[in-house]
């Protein structure tokens, strides 16, 4: 009895080390929708329109070539919208991507219809999902830095967000 409790604490600690950090999951498959932060209490409410928080972008070396970017976008509203694209001075250009499960492996994909924004969800862009993918850098990101982007959608206005740059394990 012993070896089986023994057994089943360290079949529960491997499985524990195997999940994605809280908010960050990956969609299942191809059929997967947007990753969604889910609302855990009835006093969680949205904010009015289209918002976007917590933008940070990993830091790049010197010579790198392109960098990850993160952030929430909560749509409060009543319709459905769409990031159709993300602009920055501070990139060549910055393409919206997904990572998936397909067939046993993870594949990034460039979503070039855009990422939906469903009505009253809020869709968290993070590691191991939905991201965006900053590439060639006008010059390194170092962490601590600000990268300003805008943000552009199918029907919300344009919105100016600034990311903050964070070490490439993610701390600040």
Wanted: aromatic fraction near 4%; glycine fraction near 10%; proline fraction near 8%.
């Amino acid at each position: 009895m012993k070896m089986l409790a023994t057994s089943l604490a360290t079949l529960l600690v491997v499985l524990a080390g195997c999940s994605q950090p809280s908010g960050t999951a990956a969609p299942e498959d191809e059929t997967a929708g947007p990753e969604r932060a889910e609302a855990t209490e009835a006093a969680q409410t949205l904010p009015p329109g289209v918002v976007a928080s917590d933008a940070w972008v990993r830091e790049v070396p010197a010579g790198g070539r392109v960098a990850g970017g993160y952030l929430t976008i909560a749509n409060g509203g009543d319709s459905d919208d769409r990031l159709l694209a993300v602009e920055s001075e501070h990139a060549a250009r910055v393409e919206i991507h997904e990572m998936r499960h397909d067939d046993g492996m993870m594949r990034m994909r460039h979503l070039d219809d855009g990422l939906p924004l469903p009505a009253g969800e809020r869709t968290a862009l993070a590691p191991g999902g939905y991201h965006l993918m900053f590439i060639e850098p006008a010059r390194p990101f170092a962490a601590g830095d600000e990268v300003p982007a805008t943000l552009r959608f199918a029907h919300a206005p344009a919105q100016e967000v600034v990311f903050r740059v964070r070490t490439a394990g993610g701390e600040e």
